[in-house]
C-alpha cells in the first residue's frame, strides 16, 4: 500500500481526501462475482500503483447476512478523478459486475470509525514515522 501520509510535508496535501465507492452487482451476477472475486482482492492490495490508499473495503451483503450485494470500499486519493480511475480498473467493473457504482467524498469526522482512525492513523504519521495502522479488506 502506498503510505497515506506520502507528500506530507513536502509541499503537497496536508489532509486525507476520502472517498466511498458504493457499487451494486447486478442481479444473477453472483458466478461472476465469484470468478473475478480473487483479482478484486489483488486490485484493492495493490491500490497504490493507482494512487489510492484503501482505508476499508467489504461486501455488501442482504439481509440474510449471505448473499453478497455489491461492494462499499473507503478511499484516500487525491481527487475523485483518481477515484474514478481506480474503480473503473476493479476486476468487477471491467467484468461487469456491478450494476450501479457512486463515488461520493466522505466527511470523516464520526468517532470510534474506520475512517476516523485512518484519519487519526495519518495525523499520527506526520509526527511518527512508524504508526502500525490495520486494514480490512474484501
Not at 6 to 11: A, N
Not at 14 to 17: A, F, G, L
Not at 110 to 116: G, L
Given at each position: 500500500m502506498r503510505a497515506p501520509a506520502?507528500?506530507?510535508?513536502?509541499?503537497e496535501r496536508?489532509?486525507?481526501?476520502l472517498f466511498v465507492v458504493h457499487a451494486l452487482d447486478k442481479k444473477d451476477i453472483?458466478?461472476?462475482?465469484?470468478?473475478?472475486?480473487?483479482?478484486?482482492?489483488?486490485?484493492l492490495d495493490q491500490a497504490e500503483g493507482h494512487a489510492v490508499?484503501?482505508?476499508?473495503?467489504d461486501t455488501l451483503v442482504a439481509d440474510d447476512?449471505?448473499?453478497?450485494?455489491?461492494?462499499i470500499i473507503i478511499v484516500?486519493?487525491?481527487?475523485?478523478?483518481?477515484v474514478d480511475t481506480f474503480t473503473r480498473s476493479d476486476p468487477y467493473y471491467v467484468n461487469g459486475v456491478w450494476e450501479r457504482v457512486a463515488i461520493h467524498r466522505l466527511h470523516a469526522s464520526?468517532?470510534?470509525?474506520?475512517?476516523?482512525r485512518h484519519v487519526?492513523?495519518?495525523r499520527f504519521q506526520i509526527r511518527s514515522p512508524t504508526p502500525a495502522r490495520s486494514r480490512n479488506k474484501h
Open positions: 506520502e507528500g506530507f510535508g513536502k509541499g496536508t489532509d486525507p481526501v453472483l458466478p461472476t462475482r465469484a470468478k473475478h472475486y480473487r483479482a478484486h482482492c489483488i486490485h490508499d484503501v482505508v476499508t473495503a447476512g449471505e448473499t453478497p450485494l455489491g461492494s484516500d486519493a487525491a481527487d475523485r478523478a483518481t464520526a468517532v470510534n470509525n474506520p475512517v476516523a487519526e492513523g495519518l
